[in-house]
């Protein structure tokens, strides 16, 4: 057996997988097995959910590592995502029951679409009650490689005690929270233990010729040809390692961190895979972005090449501060070598996906981009003192997290946050409190309802005042018509014979434009004509205060004799759920007054359904609550803006004045 290849750099694993999965649990006891320290939950049986990653920095049998442990709630979906792309290698973890598989269907689809290599990591089999050829048989549905067990549970009264490894044929009992116990192959497993080693061998050996040969020879491949096989395999995704275990006993965690080290891709082989050269001046990339009290800006990075000393100018910002971090605390490092993946202080001006390097700017790098928002809240600040330095607060914010949008509504006049979910709000919200002490009040967003009219009318408008010495008139007879829909507000003089001299009318049309900003029921009037026909004048009482004055008057009657209504925004909204959930997700559209335009399967998505519909954006608040709450949390939508109809029934309420 090799000790492990010679990779010298250090290589980074994401620990990615379902919500719940024990990704964080994995983690410890994988910095466990290596003997270094890590923070644990005060109670391990009530672990709070993973929101942010955070790393582990330890040596494994000689071999330095970063592992990273990932959110798994697709609320903080990017944030997993941009660890993903700087590992080497990503371990799926997932809930071994078959039950389990389809929650892991969409992030095995991400990382074979972003040809990121990966293993998968079956978790809980300490309280796994079915076979696992049902988990391997449900989750192979949702591969794009062929999925191969690698270890053999080994039963023992109802629970699995140890394993037998396919590959270096040795057999182990587990202990808890110690390494396992190397016994013999149980005499009563043998013969399955071949047919499952000839399944194994049988796989590896599509693609590899030689092996193939053995096989048909009848000649038994070695342990290291085996090895080398899947490490080639799973560089390629042509094939998927499985392996089991129980992160909570620490049960299969060794062996693990064996296929790792195995298995699992070099620095050199992401460089390659990413199109980065291995010749050229020092590079790294930014993954992550924070703000930490007087350490000021951290940035989460990899070093792709080279070696970073603090202090070092990077494209005109010096570099302030090298660290290790555990989430917490922060260690000083003097450098960064290649392929550490480390923190860097006070990168100004560096975003989050920048590439840097002490020579000039390098080329971008690949990064990816964030989902379009699903939920949404408007936020106001509980003390108008604390607008300012809220301003600024959602400036960083939006800096620190790519997956949030912040918009200030020119319709509405609210501050709105876009994110992924009610959770991924809450947190922005909670760290608005804790790190910047701003308190906000949080509401639905106001619906950006607008106004038209369903009828012409011909007013008049005239304004006659005498106070004193100087007087105020102006006379308008303006007709107002309804436009089509989407053709905006117009204004058309059709003035004759100077009944109002030319430099009087811009100001009719700014005054007509200026009352349609708010028409009977408090919103915008869109898709009217406003035609200047006809007025009056007086050569010392006229002006544009007045025809302004006139124009409005004119404008407030005839708007509200117009047979004026409400119109509220539809939106065009894609729906993408797994095909049993499709009737659920129509359903589920009717009855937030949806209008169903049809389904199909959705592009890329084998087993997935896009349904389609225009629903009214009134209806669309917490769409993503329901939808996620009745299709396991898979169900995602997305939106655009469509038209505007007019608002039928009671929940269109006018607005206060
Ligand atoms: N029975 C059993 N429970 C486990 C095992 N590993 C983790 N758990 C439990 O599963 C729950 C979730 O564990 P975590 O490690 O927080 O899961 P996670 O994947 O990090 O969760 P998120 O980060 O929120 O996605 C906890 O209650 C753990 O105690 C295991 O091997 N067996
Ligand atoms: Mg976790």
Redesign the pocket.
């Known amino acids: 057996m090799t000790e492990g290849r010679n990779v010298g750099s250090p290589r980074s694993v994401a620990l990615v997988?379902?919500?719940?999965?024990?990704?964080?649990?994995?983690f410890e006891a994988l910095m466990d097995a290596a003997g270094a320290a890590v923070k644990r939950p005060s109670d391990?049986?009530?672990?709070p959910?993973?929101t942010e990653i955070r790393l582990g920095h330890c040596t494994y049998l000689g071999d330095p590592w970063c592992i990273i442990?990932c959110?798994?709630?697709i609320e903080f979906a990017h944030e997993t995502r941009a660890a993903l792309e700087m590992a080497d290698l990503a371990v799926v973890?997932c809930d071994a029951s078959p039950s389990h598989a389809l929650a892991v269907a969409p992030l095995l689809k991400c990382l074979a679409d972003a040809a990121i290599p990966h293993m998968v990591f079956l978790?809980?089999?300490?309280?796994l009650e079915e076979g696992l050829a049902d988990t391997i048989g449900a989750l192979q549905a949702h591969a794009s490689a062929p999925m191969v067990l690698r270890q053999m549970p080994i039963q023992d009264g109802g629970v699995i005690s140890g394993y037998v490894d396919l590959m270096s044929e040795r057999a182990y009992r587990y202990r808890k929270g110690q390494e396992s116990e190397l016994i013999q192959i149980p005499p009563s497993m043998m013969v399955q233990e071949e047919e499952a080693r000839i399944r194994l061998v049988e796989t590896l050996a599509d693609r590899d010729d030689a092996l193939l040969e053995k096989l048909l020879d009848d000649v038994k491949p070695t342990p290291d040809e085996l090895y080398r096989d899947m490490h080639k395999d799973l560089l390629a995704g042509t094939v998927i390692e499985v392996l089991l275990?129980?992160?909570?006993?620490a049960?299969g965690v060794r062996r693990l961190w064996k296929a790792l080290r195995h298995d699992g891709p070099t620095l050199r082989d992401t460089a390659e895979r990413r199109l980065i050269d291995a010749e050229g001046p020092p590079l790294a990339q930014v993954f992550k972005t924070s703000y930490a009290g007087h350490t000021g800006k951290l940035s989460y990075a990899r070093v792709w090449r080279g070696t970073f000393k603090d202090g070092a100018m990077l494209g005109g910002t010096r570099l302030g501060g090298i660290y290790h971090t555990n989430g917490t605390d922060l260690a000083k490092r003097p450098e960064a070598v290649e392929g550490e993946i480390v923190v860097l202080g006070r990168l100004d001006g560096i975003a989050t996906g920048a590439t840097v390097s002490t020579n000039g700017t390098p080329d971008p790098l690949a990064f990816p981009e964030p989902d379009p928002p699903v939920y949404a809240l408007a936020i106001a600040t509980t003390d108008r003192k604390d607008d300012v330095k809220l301003s600024g607060a959602l400036h960083r914010l939006a800096e620190e997290d790519p997956s949030l949008v912040i918009e200030h509504s020119q319709d509405t006049g609210e501050t709105i946050l876009h994110g992924q979910g009610e959770m991924h709000l809450l947190k922005t919200i909670e760290h608005l409190s804790r790190a910047y002490g701003l308190k906000v009040a949080t509401a639905k967003p106001a619906v950006a309802y607008k106004e038209t009219i369903r009828s012409s009318v011909h007013q008049h408008g005239r304004l006659k005042r005498q106070t004193g010495g100087h007087g105020q008139f102006a006379d308008v007879k303006i007709d107002i018509a309804p436009r089509a829909r989407g053709e905006g507000f117009a204004f058309i003089d059709k003035v004759v014979g100077g009944a109002v001299p030319r430099n009087f009318i811009p100001a009719v049309g700014e005054a007509a434009a200026e009352a349609a900003r708010r028409g009977p029921f408090g919103y915008p009037v869109v898709d009217i004509a406003v035609t200047l026909v006809d007025g009056g004048f007086h050569s010392v009482d006229s002006s544009d205060m007045a025809f302004k004055t006139a124009t409005s008057m004119a404008m407030r009657d005839g708007l509200a004799g117009a047979d004026p209504v409400l119109l509220e925004p539809i939106d065009h909204v894609t729906v993408s759920v797994p095909n049993d959930y499709t009737a659920r997700a129509q359903r589920l559209l009717t009855g937030r007054r949806g209008q169903i335009l049809g389904f199909a399967e959705r592009t890329g998505w084998p087993g997935w359904d896009d349904v389609e519909a225009l629903v009214p954006e009134a209806e669309l608040h917490d769409l993503i609550i329901e939808l996620r709450s009745q299709t396991l949390g898979l169900g995602t939508y997305r939106k655009r803006f469509d038209h505007l109809a007019e608002a039928k029934g009671a929940e269109v309420k006018p607005k206060a004045a």
Not at 17 to 26: E, F
Not at 44 to 47: E, T, Y
């Open positions: 997988g379902p919500y719940g999965s024990g990704k964080s649990t994995l391990p049986r009530n672990r959910m993973t442990d959110p798994g709630s973890v978790n809980k089999i300490d309280r275990g129980a992160a909570e006993n049960h």
